[in-house]
């Protein structure tokens, strides 16, 4: 949980910033929209740690997979970014 509350502090603040930054006529929405996608996708995982009957487990199997799709997601916006230039 250490590496991972790391990682997340340390890539949110510039992920926030890319996530603004890409059209300055919609700052706020933007800022907005990305404060709704993590406060939502924190709510869905929390909820979903505690199902099944074994909770530490249920907690792995939810960090584990949300690492794989932040990891998808970086790839799929790499190449977009690489694309775009």
């Not at 590496?3 to 006529?25: D, H, Q, R, S, Y």
């Not at 249920?58 to 190449?79: E, N």
Request: aromatic letters at 4%; charged letters at 10%.
């Amino acid at each position: 949980m250490l590496l991972f509350t790391l990682g997340v502090g340390m890539t949110g603040p510039t992920a926030l910033t890319l996530a603004v930054g890409i059209n300055p006529k919609v700052v706020g929405s933007a800022a907005g929209l990305y404060g709704f996608a993590q406060m939502g996708i924190g709510a869905l995982c929390t909820a979903l740690a505690g199902l099944g009957d074994n909770p530490a487990q249920a907690a792995a199997m939810v960090l584990a997979t949300a690492a794989i799709i932040g990891q998808i997601a970086l790839r799929t916006a790499l190449r977009f970014d690489r694309q775009a230039k």
